[in-house]
Nanobody, 125 residues
């Protein structure tokens, strides 16, 4: 596992925006993703990408509102979140995987080897 550090969480009103960042200290990953977990719920995949080619996958609940991107020169993964809703609240985690998973498994937690410590996102009036 490689240390991964998230930043950018916070509190925002519905309809607002936040941008999360995740910095990791090593290269060589084939897939990167963002997950989130609300209290009492399972961790769910939000967005993911292949590091080569940059193809992306999104959960239906965030399509058109969230954008995942990578900055290879800075080993940084980002998640731009717009039009936030209360149901987007939760702890957000970045994840990195060394394997090549089928795109249908990119939002599955067991496709990833390394995890960040999480950053809290709260969407409330």
């Amino acid at each position: 596992q490689v240390p991964m550090v998230e930043a950018g969480g916070g509190s925002v009103q519905p309809g607002g925006s936040l941008r999360l960042s995740c910095v990791f200290s090593a290269a060589g990953y084939n897939q990167l993703a963002w997950f989130r977990q609300a209290p009492g719920q399972e961790r769910e995949g939000v967005a993911a990408l292949y590091t080569r080619g940059g193809n992306t996958v999104y959960a239906d609940s965030v399509k058109g509102r969230f954008t995942i991107s990578q900055d290879n020169s800075k080993n940084t993964l980002r998640l731009q979140m717009n039009d936030l809703k209360s149901e987007d609240s939760g702890e957000y985690y970045c994840a990195a995987g060394t394997r090549w998973s089928d795109w249908r498994r990119l939002l599955k937690a067991d496709s990833y080897d390394s995890w960040g410590q999480g950053t809290q996102v709260t969407v409330a009036s």
